[in-house]
Every structure is written in C-alpha cells, then in structure tokens.
C-alpha cells in the first residue's frame, strides 16, 4: 500500500498515529524512510547503490508500551495497512524491509529491564533492547544470557528470536529459543496475549512456539523472560589442525557424546582456514582448523579438557595450543566485520543449514559441487559451528566477484545461486535454515521444503491474521 501524501486518507491516519504514539513516535521523513528501507539483506543495499526502486514505509512509528503496540494494530485492522516490526535491521533475509509499504514498527524504545530475579536466574525485559545493552546491565549483577552473536552490538533481543538466533557459545547454553522463559506477545488483532509463566508444563501446547521463528508474521514480541546463567569461573580455549574434514567432524561428534559439554566447537574448512582464519588469526597453515572450549569451574574444566584432547589425537589432530584457541576468541565477531566481511560490488550469501551427523558431511560436499559445477565465478567456503547432541550447523557462503551491473540481472543471478543451493541441502536431507532465518529472501522454498505440512502453517496465519497486515510477503505466507 502506497499513501498519496496530498489525500485525506494519508492525513487521517497520520493523525491517528500521532493521536496513539505522539508527534515524537511517528516520523514520515526522507531520512528515516531511507534509512528504514535496508537492513542487512545483500539486494535490499544493491538496490539502493544502483538507484532501484526502494522498498520504504509511509509511516514509521516507535512505540514505548504494549498498549501503543496493540492500538497501532488495531488502527491497521481497521484500514488494512500493512505493519512491519523492525528490531535492529540486523536481519540478512529482508524480514524487517517493508515490501508492501505502510508502516514500520521500529521496537528500539521498548527497552527497558522489567525484573532481575537472581533467585529464579530470569530477566524479564521489553523486546526492543539490544543484545549488548541487555549484557551489559546484567555483567554488573555477575549474570549472562551466554548468547553472543556476532550482531551483539546491533540485533534486539524480539529480533533474535523472531529467527531464532544463534551465539558462539550455543553448544554450551543453546540457542535464543531456548533461553525464552514466557513472554507477552501483541497479536496481529490488537489483542495483548501472555503465555504461561513457565515453559516446561503438560497444559497442552506451549504458546511460546507459535511466535519464536515467527519472524513477526504471527504476533509482535512486546516483552520476555529470559533465563539467565552465572558467569564462569574460566573459559578455556584450544586449537587443533586436523588433515580432512571427516576426521575434523568425527571429533565434534565425538565430543558431544562423550558429554564433555562444550561451549564452543567451530571447524572450518579448507577454504576458511587458508583465506580467514590466516587474515584473521594469522595461522599460516593447510587444513582444517578447529577450536573448541569448556567453561565453568576451574577443577571441572580441567577435566573436560584432558578428556577432549585424548579424542583430538586419537582422531589425527595436531595440537596448535591454547593460544591459537585464545587468539580465536578475542577476534571472534571480527570474522563478520570490515575489512573480512564480504560488501558489495560482490555478491555473498549465508547458507546456514543444520543437519543430523549422518547428513552433514554429505550436506557440504552437494552445496559445494552445485556451487562449483554452476558458477564457475563463485566461491564456496563455510564452517560448522552450532552442534547439538544428533547433529551439528553448517555455515556455508557463496561469494561472487563481479555479479552483473544491471540489478534486476544481478538479482535473477543471486536467487538462482540461492535455489540451486538450496535445493542441494534440501535433497540431502538438510532444511533450510540455522539461524539468519527465512524473511522475504528464501520465502518462495518454504513450500518445496514443509511439502503438505506447510498448509498448517498458512493456516496459523490465516486465523490469527484475517487481514493479513502483519509483515506480510514474508516466509513464504503470501501478499
Ligand atoms: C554483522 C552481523 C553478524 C551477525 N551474526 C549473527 C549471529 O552470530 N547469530 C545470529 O543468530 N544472527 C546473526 N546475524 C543476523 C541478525 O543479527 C539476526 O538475524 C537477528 O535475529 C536480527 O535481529 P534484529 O533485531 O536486527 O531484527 P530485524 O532485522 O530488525 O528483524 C528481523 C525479523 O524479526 C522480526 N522482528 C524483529 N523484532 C521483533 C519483535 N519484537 N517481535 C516480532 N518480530 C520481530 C522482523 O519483523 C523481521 O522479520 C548477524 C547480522 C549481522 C549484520
């Protein structure tokens, strides 16, 4: 929906949200409709440099409360205007751009920390705080999310899970979902809707589910309780080489069931280990590159350690010491930040899957050949750096040089990279996506990868948003 800004229409609703949010919670400026219309989606900048038509809100409005939230929706209802939750615009996949115009919903001053509770360790928050800002209060109390992502400094905590982040150290502490304790949530209707106040109940279907993943399609996250952890006494990092990337695998897996509970474990390919892991860290060396850490109390840490680099050797790895493991941590987010992030003129793009260990292997070596094999220009390189107890995360990148100058050429390019991709990883038995989520970019693979099931999830939407209002385009829900 595009407002005419000389119409009654445009005015009347203009009015209306001030009415709601005051004249400081709306803004219709140039410089905040550009500054709305990109996020961290590759199409969404190359559009903008190569003066495409941009994809911008006719109101943005930021909201202090739930009540502001829901009577913002509730305006939308009445005349079918389109809403957009935007976090911190951090999102790779154009989940918070507004493709069908209307409003955005910017979270950013729903901010605050409602309730520490040192004895329960939950803290209760709105959903617009930043990550960082969220750690910092709760390191001067000796507590933590543990989820460091490295869009720490500029993702929401709604926002993380809306795509169901993942930190550095999820194998330890798991991901955003699994931190959520309970949470308020404004449904597409207005209606301001609390789930229980503990998540691990027999009442029927935990309600936390309908809107974790959601990529606020199904309801706006206004406020959650969030476990928190002590923070440990040690982190204790190592680093080894090893000579193929089975061996490397078969380690990771191996340290996951012998329940050694690490925090980290990120093994990097070939590619990886020659181009960043040498920029970055400065290990000059062939072959794969693995760091792996355990955290807690000093004595058990010890243990945890002793026990793993029995398995390393066992399995072939040669021991590059604690410091190359160290030096890991301390440059950690710099991987993903200039000069080592991929920018444009070049075409990149984030591949995350996740798999059980009987597919992963398989998984890299399709996403790797269709890369090869089709795009002849293109790069592939990626890392595994989320494992669970039946499997692990695949963080695997594409990267072309000098994709097409004319943007709507560039842009079939890139969606056919992705399809092919994609494709590969669903054949092989992986999904999707890990952890960057599904937005506007991939939306059109939701079906080919749910099949029939995929009708459950339309129909969630249908229900709880008769009007389609709320971030609609976006997962593959339809316009
Ligand atoms: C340099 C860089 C590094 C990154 N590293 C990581 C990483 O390590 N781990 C990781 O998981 N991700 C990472 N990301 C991706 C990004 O930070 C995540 O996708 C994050 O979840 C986005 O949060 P955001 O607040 O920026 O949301 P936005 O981009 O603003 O929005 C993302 C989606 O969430 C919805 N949304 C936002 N807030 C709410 C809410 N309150 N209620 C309902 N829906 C909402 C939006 O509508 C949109 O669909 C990285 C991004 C960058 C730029």
């Avoid at 406020?223 to 006494?233: D, G, M, Q, S, T």
Wanted: proline residues 3%; contains cysteine; aromatic residues 12%.
């Amino acid at each position: 929906m595009r407002f005419d800004e000389d119409t009654y229409m445009y005015h009347m609703i203009l009015h209306e949200l001030q009415d709601i949010l005051g004249d400081q919670g709306v803004s219709t400026s140039e410089s905040d409709r550009v500054a709305y219309s990109v996020d961290y989606y590759w199409v969404s900048e190359l559009w903008h440099e190569r003066g495409s038509k941009r994809l911008d809100a006719d109101f943005i409005v930021f909201p202090e409360n739930s009540g502001q939230v829901s009577r913002v929706m509730t305006l939308a209802n009445e005349y079918r205007i389109p809403v957009t939750v935007w976090g911190g615009g951090g999102g790779s996949q154009g989940g918070a751009l507004p493709v069908c115009n209307g409003i955005v919903m910017d979270m950013k001053k729903m901010n605050k920390i409602i309730d520490l509770d040192t004895v329960s360790m939950t803290v209760e928050v709105q959903a617009g705080i930043i990550m960082q800002h969220l750690e910092w209060e709760l390191e001067k109390n000796g507590v933590s999310t543990m989820h460091f992502p490295a869009s720490i400094y500029c993702s929401t905590v709604g926002g993380f899970i809306a795509h169901r982040g993942t930190g550095v150290l999820s194998t330890k502490y798991g991901k955003m979902e699994d931190m959520v304790v309970s949470m308020e949530v404004v449904l597409p209707s207005g209606e301001i809707i609390r789930t229980l106040k503990v998540p691990k109940t027999a009442s029927g279907i935990d309600l936390n589910w309908f809107f974790i993943g959601s990529e606020g399609t199904l309801g706006i996250i206004t406020e959650v309780k969030l476990v928190v952890r002590k923070i440990p006494e040690v982190r204790k990092f190592q680093a080894f080489l090893f000579k193929n990337l089975k061996s490397g695998l078969e380690t990771g897996r191996r340290l996951m069931h012998e329940d050694l509970i690490p925090s980290v474990i990120r093994l990097y390919d070939e590619a990886e280990t020659k181009s960043l892991i040498k920029r970055v860290l400065g290990i000059d060396r062939e072959g794969f590159y693995l760091v792996y850490a355990f955290e807690g109390k000093e004595k058990i840490v010890g243990l945890q350690h002793k026990y793993a680099k029995e398995i390393m050797s066992g399995l072939g790895g040669e021991d590059l010491g604690t410091e190359m493991g160290e030096e890991w941590w301390l440059n950690r987010y710099k991987f993903f930040f200039p000069p080592y992030a991929f920018s444009l003129p070049q075409a990149f793009g984030t591949c995350d899957t996740v798999a059980t260990y009987s597919d992963i292997e398989k998984i890299y070596f399709a996403m790797k050949k269709t890369v090869e094999d089709n795009y002849p220009k293109a790069k592939f390189i990626g890392h595994f750096s989320h494992w669970f107890l039946w499997g692990c995360m695949l963080y695997a990148r594409f990267i072309v040089e000098n994709p097409p100058q004319d943007p709507g050429k560039a842009l079939h390019m890139y969606n056919s990279i992705w399809d092919d991709i994609l494709r590969a990883v669903l054949a092989n038995d992986g999904v999707l996506n890990e952890h960057h989520g599904i937005g506007i970019k991939i939306g059109r693979l939701m079906k080919e990868q749910y099949k029939n099931s995929f009708r459950l999830i339309k129909d969630l939407k249908k229900q709880l948003d008769c009007n389609n209002v709320l971030n609609p385009g976006k997962m593959g829900l339809g316009f």
